[in-house]
């Protein structure tokens, strides 16, 4: 349609409408919000009618659609030849369209850090700071964020690289708030790392079979004899980070350079992420050690990695646009050059915390320096499961004998109740508050110290589940998909086991698609098959179901029971046998 030049309505109606209207939300229509807008509608004649100052479209809803929809400047590309009147209303619609979409991603931002989805949250921030990389509320909000988390040294990342852009563009420094911030924040990080190294210092229990193994591989490193590079795996919260810091602070004297770095989940799908801070800290070492490094090499690398680049010797590029034009062998080769004149100097330990959330170019990269390279040992992190990628890497490597797993496993009975004895010292724990310890830890290493720090505190403690476990059970939660969550929802119904039976009567599924479901589960640590007569799975530990069960409401609870203890009453047979289904019958039905 076409808007007359008058403050009149233009009636159009009928199948014009949806050109006009944009409903991205999914919600109904409301006529009082239309009219608001310069649209009005006519029920006698089922007409809408549309005034000169109503808006091309109409953005419904508050949800994460709404900002989707939204492509790039407003008819990007389009323009007319002498037509300045129409170059200045394109113009001002551009700036109309842009103020919304970031007025938008602030208010969703905004939904979300109150909601403490910080991932969410992290997403539309970086989307403000595409659109305008020199405003720095974004960045300030992303630290903060980070701050949140407690990543710190991301948050540090950030203010670094808005530094870096403000200094090559624009030749300024960041705002004083946002250098308040940052300061703030180093306090912090200053701060964990004293607290770290009190930690550090305080009990260290078992695992001495896992140290003398780091160690002996160690020394036969250093010594140029045969050694391999270690990947240390097991569940959330079994102590792989308590280990490898145990290991780091019997190598941090040696004549080696040490570069650690973190992978994050939320980043995983963002190339090279965790090579960042590995780079920042070599540009120092080269910078401190005075190594000599071709200025050919160091462009190429600080096309990928700007913080590496201290001489400013390229200009700000996006590293997308960078691989666009240049094939990563070509920088690949350059940081084998790097690497190479390094060890030169001293050999170089790589420790990646969390290895499972590694983007595929990190891990491929990885994969190629410990090929190539003899003098550099990687000491990784990883949770169990089924990780694809991570699994290619150590068949690759283990196929040349250049890497050993370390498998830590849960405490036994006895080590938990040893345990208990070392850290609460002077302090007397009956034989029945050990039992319940052990049953509700079942040998978690994490688990078993936030219920030891409650009897510390109160003398006593709950079932209850702490905040710090709170957050170490939904990080194993992240990514499940919706017909998993279906699935976690029914067999948290159950305290020991589920049978695949009662999972496909509750679910109307066949066997085989809940089998596939559950797989995804069981290649996350999640669930486990129950040897036995009858195909059933588990929670692979009782807190992973309580975090599920808790997490239900009530009335979800309540059907699900209900829908239990129905399929479960089908299964009597009149008989002395019933005796022991009596009881989930009760429990299903009374719940």
């Known amino acids: 349609y076409k808007k007359k030049e008058t403050n009149k309505f233009d009636i159009i109606g009928g199948d014009q409408v949806p050109r006009v209207i944009i409903d991205c939300s999914g919600n109904s229509i409301n006529f009082e919000s239309l009219s608001k807008l310069g649209y009005s509608y006519f029920n006698k004649i089922d007409k809408w009618g549309i005034s000169d100052n109503a808006c091309d479209y109409i953005f419904l809803g508050n949800n994460d659609e709404s900002v989707n929809i939204y492509d790039g400047d407003f008819l990007k590309g389009f323009g007319v030849k002498n037509a300045d009147e129409f170059e200045s209303w394109l113009f001002s619609r551009r700036e109309f369209y842009n103020d919304l979409y970031v007025s938008k991603l602030y208010e969703l931002t905004d939904i979300y850090i109150e909601k403490r989805d910080y991932e969410r949250s992290e997403n539309y921030v970086k989307l403000l700071i595409a659109q305008d990389e020199f405003d720095e509320r974004p960045y300030r909000i992303l630290m903060n964020i980070y701050r949140e988390l407690g990543v710190y040294n991301k948050a540090i990342d950030t203010y670094e690289k808005l530094r870096i852009i403000l200094k090559k563009e624009l030749g300024v420094t960041p705002d004083i708030k946002t250098i308040n911030i940052v300061n703030e924040i180093k306090g912090l990080r200053k701060a964990k790392e004293k607290e770290n190294v009190k930690i550090s210092n305080e009990l260290f229990f078992g695992r001495e079979r896992e140290i003398k193994i780091l160690k002996r591989n160690f020394e036969a490193f250093i010594d140029y004899n045969t050694y391999r590079s270690i990947l240390i795996r097991g569940e959330a919260g079994i102590g792989k980070t308590k280990l490898k810091d145990k290991f ?21 799908g963002y190339f090279l992420k965790p090579w960042n801070e590995i780079f920042l800290s070599i540009s120092n070492v080269i910078a401190q050690d005075n190594i000599s490094i071709s200025s050919t090499w160091r462009k190429m690398i600080s096309y990928v990695f700007p913080l590496f680049d201290r001489d400013n010797l390229v200009e700000n590029r996006n ?40 983007d595929d170019l990190s891990l491929s990269l990885l994969s190629s320096i410990l090929l190539r390279n003899r003098n550099i040992l990687l000491i990784g992190t990883c949770r169990n499961g089924h990780y694809e990628k991570v699994n290619s890497l150590v068949t690759m490597l283990s196929s040349n004998e250049l890497i050993e797993i370390i498998e830590l496993e849960r405490f036994t009975r006895a080590e938990v109740e040893e345990f208990i004895g070392k850290y609460l010292e002077d302090k007397k724990v009956n034989n029945n508050v050990k039992e319940k310890i052990y049953k509700e830890t079942d040998g978690n290493t994490f688990f078993l110290i936030e219920y030891l720090n409650m009897l510390k505190s109160k003398g006593d403690f709950d079932k209850a589940i702490s905040p710090k476990m709170k957050d170490v059970l939904r990080s194993k939660f992240i990514g499940i998909s919706e017909e998993g969550k279906k699935i976690l929802n029914m067999a948290c119904m159950f305290f020991d086991k589920v049978e695949l039976d009662i999972l496909g009567e509750m679910s109307g599924k066949d066997d085989f698609e809940i089998v596939e479901v559950v797989e995804q589960l069981q290649n996350k640590y999640i669930m486990k098959e129950i040897e036995g007569d009858e195909i059933a799975f588990a929670f692979t530990h009782q807190k992973l179901r309580d975090f599920v069960y808790y997490g239900l409401s009530s009335a979800k609870r309540r059907i699900l029971h209900n829908k239990v203890g129905t399929i479960i009453s089908k299964s009597l047979r009149n008989n002395k046998g019933d005796v022991s289904i009596y009881p989930k019958i009760i429990y299903h039905f009374t719940n």
Not at 248 to 268: G, H, L, S, V
Not at 325 to 345: D, M, P, Q, Y
């Open 248 to 268: 780091y602070e019997y190598i941090e004297d040696e004549n080696i350079y040490i570069f650690q770095t973190n992978c994050y989940q939320a980043e995983k």
């Open 319 to 358: 590293p997308v646009e960078v691989l666009d034009t240049l094939k990563f062998s070509v920088i690949e080769e350059a940081i084998h050059g790097v690497l190479k004149n390094i060890v030169e100097r001293r050999k170089i330990v790589f420790i990646f915390e969390d290895i499972q959330w590694i």
